[in-house]
């Protein structure tokens, strides 16, 4: 984003991670409802407290089905779809190998191999039952647990850019803990950064300018915990239980939607580089830039952002059209 000493930024801390808002007005009324809005969200999607709508349904597993608000509805339908695609490796039923490995919380720990086994009998998304005309979700086994920590985040950071845009803001960048939504563009874009893996909190590796679009990061170096010189990073292979394990250290999204970003930012990193490009073929909209492990960058695509490359022990194949 250009050095614009019209631009405003507020901060809180919302769902454990740090939220940043940018606007061209001087609002703090408006700033506040906007993190009043997150907080709203927050309360229904939680898995991090006792209370919340998602805990309701999970504490109410392979008992009864409980009835949720139509947008907590929408996103678990959302959610189980994706869940649902070909060798997907999101699922929004996740949650109990989540709560077991606790990632980026206290008390993480590698679980014995039968455990995971065991929970993983309880992660199948087929089992995540929803009634339409009850606006309800029941979870058929006890133990079931619904995630939707991939996904909310994108999903909020839109609802953030509807408000504003409804309140008359024409410009505006949401940061909720990296997953950045924009509303409008200044002049020369806003600059996003890309954040150098396991590097120092502020390097970066190479930053997007991008008009009127999401960028969402998923990464190995955010939350994870090492024992016995293994490194245990929070984005599970669904089908072993285990965190996924391949060249990638990031990808990044690029979208109009963030929820489409926080989504893909997982499918693609399920994939690897070659299937993830070879998916997005079908989503001209979508596009990814893929972090190794060996310091390369790809992009899928470069339709709808420029790259700017700032370290220059990474190096940048595959697509630049
Ligand atoms: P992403 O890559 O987008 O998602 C990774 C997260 O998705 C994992 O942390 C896990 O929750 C889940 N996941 C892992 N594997 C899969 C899979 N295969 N399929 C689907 N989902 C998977 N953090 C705190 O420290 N304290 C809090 O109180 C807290 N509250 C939160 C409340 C809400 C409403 C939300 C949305 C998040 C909250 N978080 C909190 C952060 C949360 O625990 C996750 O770390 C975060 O959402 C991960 O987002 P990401 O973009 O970093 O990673
Ligand atoms: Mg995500």
Known sequence: ????????????????????????????????????????????????????????????????PVAVSRPVFELIRCAKAASLLENSAFNLAIGPLVKRWKIGFQGDSVP??????TLLTLTDPTEVVLDEAACSVFLARSGMEIDLGAIAKGYIADRVRDFLRKEGETLGLINLGGNIQTLGSPEGGWTVGIKKPFGAADALIGS????????????????YFERDGTRYHHILNPRTGYPLDNELDSVTIISMDSIDGDLWTTLVYGLGVEKGCAA???????????????????????????FTLLDNRYRLTGNTV
Not at 112 to 117: F, G, L, Q, S, V
């Open 208 to 223: 997007l300018q991008i008009e009127n679009k999401s960028v969402v990061t998923s990464g190995t170096y955010e939350r």
């Open 280 to 306: 997005l073929r079908t989503r001209p909209d979508i596009e990814a830039v893929f972090v190794t492990k060996a310091r390369e960058i790809v992009f899928s695509s470069m339709r709808h952002f420029h």
């Open 1 to 64: 984003m250009p050095d614009d000493d019209r631009v405003y930024s507020y901060s809180a801390v919302l769902m454990g991670s740090p939220i940043l808002l940018k606007l061209f007005s001087h609002n703090e009324a408006l700033a506040a409802k906007a993190f009043r809005l997150i907080k709203q969200y927050e309360d229904l999607l939680t898995v991090n407290r006792a209370h919340s709508q998602v805990m309701d349904i999970n504490l109410a597993a392979g008992r009864h």
């Open 112 to 117: 014995p191999a039968d455990e995971i086994t």
